[in-house]
């Protein structure tokens, strides 16, 4: 009985055998429409994301499975007080397998060591959300075709950002990957992801402040939001924010076989003007978060098809 | 100054000065029947001066978290009156309700019958991190 808390879970060879799954089930979804029939997955959402439990319940769905569980903390027996153990070994009674979204970051570990059957970490806090990881890979591999000699831009809050921590440590692992670090000095990398995951790799990677600078080189450009609260004060977010929003002029130097991706939701950091370029993947992005959704589901419940 | 020479047990030796008391404290070598002698800024040709810390009798202690405290620390097994091992002391793999994880958004903050659990990361650089939310060790707490 295993279950994924954090993408560094799976080895390559493991991501390989999700990724061909994944396109497996694009293929011939008809073959895949019924395997996981009498079976449960709960989705165990300690905090509302609506998009992240649509995934999940929708992958379940089309392979055949049912559904049980709660969307809030409030719906929940924890607002009553009971601990993430204690759901954790109740749930184990009803369900197959647990997707949990909860607040605290370590949570759906917790929920792993107690419970009986597979947990998947639907994110937890800033902390990990392996399947957003396994989203993007999916998505560059349908893009690009490979995962060696990329170079990947990376935009926006890259300090506080959880999908682009798991994207790098995700990728390190593959031949002759560049970053470029594309991001105000507020929100640049932390030290650490340099410290454990860049330079023991030995990754290339180059900061930047400037987006237009950065774009005719990338094969890859992975946007994320810069939030306000981020900033110490407004007039700092003002005099930034528009210098990582994404728009149809920015991209004029960009590679013409350029993937645009963005975990969403979006706010304004890429302009719906870009949308229509055949180079936006986000949307997307989506759907394959589905696909990779399912081929984990099938994975951890050790599903022959 | 001499204590004398123990038959069976363990001396801790080369320990920081100043350190003693506060490895004395964290091994709870208080709670034990046998007896203990700490000895504070004895002299040392490598170290000008050094704690020792000397148990007589067989006992079983982790030693590891000695590690943390002090990386000087080199233990020996007394054995018949004479020294049978002299080994430094390695760090341990987990450090179980010693630290307090100081990530607010932590499980460790709202699930109060969590153990707080840490494991090295990094040899070298004494790095421990919560097995919950990987977040780094302080150990001014324990210091
Ligand atoms: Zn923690």
Redesign the pocket.
Known sequence: MRSIIDIMDLSVEEIDGLLNVAEDIIANPKKYAKVCDGKKLATLFFEPSTRTRLSFEAAMYELGGNVIGFSDANSSSSSKGESVADTARVISCYADIIAMRHPK??APYVASLNASIPVINAGDGGHNHPTQTLADLLTIKREKGRFDSLTVGLCGDLKFGRTVHSLISALSRYENIKFVMISPDELCIPDYVKQNVLIPNGIEYTEERSLEDAMPGLDILYMTRVQKERFFNEADYIRLKDTYILTPEKLAHAKEDLCIMHPLPRVNEISVAVDNDKRACYFKQVLNGKYMRMALILKLLEVQV | MIIGQIQEGIVLDHITAGRGMKIYDVLGLGNLDCAVAVIVNADSEKMGKKDIIKISGPIDIDFRMVGLLDSNVTVNIISGGTVVKREKIELPEKITGVLK?K?PR?I?TTEQELQHVFKLCNEEEKVYR?I??E?KAEFSSVE
């Open positions: 970051e370590g | 994880c990530n932590c460790t919560c919950y939310c977040t």
